[in-house]
């Protein structure tokens, strides 16, 4: 049996965040995230997050940030994890496909000026491409999370954060940080206080 070497593991995250730090494009971006979702809010709009597994858990966790608060009261701002609605997403699942559970939600109650966030460690999950795919349709500022490579979802995002690394735990580790560093900017540019 393989031991694991949990150091190893540690310092892999650690390398990870490091290339994040010195890519100043990647470092932008998410300054340009945090502002497209101050003006999405300040114009009267809402954030949709959606994912797969983990993903998902990234999405509502971070929906979760914006919506209850973050590191101060505040008044609560419209954010919503697609997934959460069990009967929803089976419902579609079933009567459609799982293809179409997030791009559904989003036809329907997406508006011009809306941000919707996808998080896919490939950026090819069926799933999150047809969400980011409406929601270009619908007007909406689109952001994909993903690997290095961005997959599909590189053409799809108006902002991408293809966090440096093809090791999936690694990047959902990168990605909430990143979600915890725009909840942050979000909060403070909308509220202002400490």
Known sequence: M?????QQIIESSIATKQQII???????????IAQAIIACYQNGGKVLFCGNGGSAADAQHLAAELSGRFYFDRPPLEAEALHVNSSYVTAVANDYSYNDIYSRYVNGVGKP????????????????VRALKIARDKKMITVGMTGAMGGKLRELSDFLLNVPSLDTPRIQESHIMLGHIFCEI?????????
Not at 22 to 32: F, G, S
Not at 118 to 127: D, V
């Open 2 to 6: 393989k031991k694991i070497n949990v």
């Open 22 to 32: 010195n890519d100043v494009t990647l470092m932008d971006t998410v300054e340009k």
């Open 113 to 128: 000026g809306d941000v919707i966030i996808g998080f896919s460690t490939s950026g090819n999950s069926e799933n999150i």
């Open 186 to 194: 979000v909060e403070e540019g909308l509220f202002g206080i400490k």
